[in-house]
């Protein structure tokens, strides 16, 4: 899951920040805290994985697929299974900067319901979506 999380990260800069820890540390991170303690679906193909989806309750936190997969529908399936554990709505945050990531979300019946400045370890710009439309709750909206 790390090396295909660390793939995708690495080949969507400039889109995207580059990660700010390394590739040790994602992958010891991914061991220690993303397996055991988070909800993970993968999509693998000959034993390796090529999507990973990261759940909290409410949240997706992760959501990528490898750089030489896209395009097939993996991130539209595993996003089925995140609506399906969650029927009563999802939130995620993704970059501003990151236009593919938020042209899909949108196709998928996210809406833009927060941005912010940069509240988040890379230092940029984010922008929070909710599914279903979560635009009328009040906020103030902040990253949990």
């Not at 809406?111 to 400045?117: F, L, N, Q, R, W």
Request: net charge negative; glycine share 8%.
């Amino acid at each position: 899951m790390a090396a295909t999380w660390l793939r995708s990260r690495h080949a969507s800069v400039p889109a995207i920040p580059r990660p700010v820890h390394t590739d040790d540390e994602v992958t010891e991170w991914f061991a220690t805290v993303v397996l055991p303690e988070r909800e993970t679906w993968v999509i693998d193909c000959d034993g390796a994985v090529v999507a990973l989806l990261v759940l909290e309750p409410g949240w997706i936190d992760q959501l990528y697929v490898d750089p030489d997969c896209t395009g097939r529908g993996l991130g539209s399936r595993l996003l089925a299974v995140a609506k399906a554990a969650s029927p009563g709505g999802l939130d995620l945050w993704t970059f501003r900067s990151n236009a593919g990531a938020r042209r899909f979300y949108e196709r998928h019946g996210f809406v833009a319901v927060a941005t912010t400045d940069g509240d988040n370890e890379e230092g940029a710009p984010d922008v929070r979506y909710a599914w279903p439309d979560h635009a009328d709750l009040d906020g103030p909206w902040r990253r949990s």
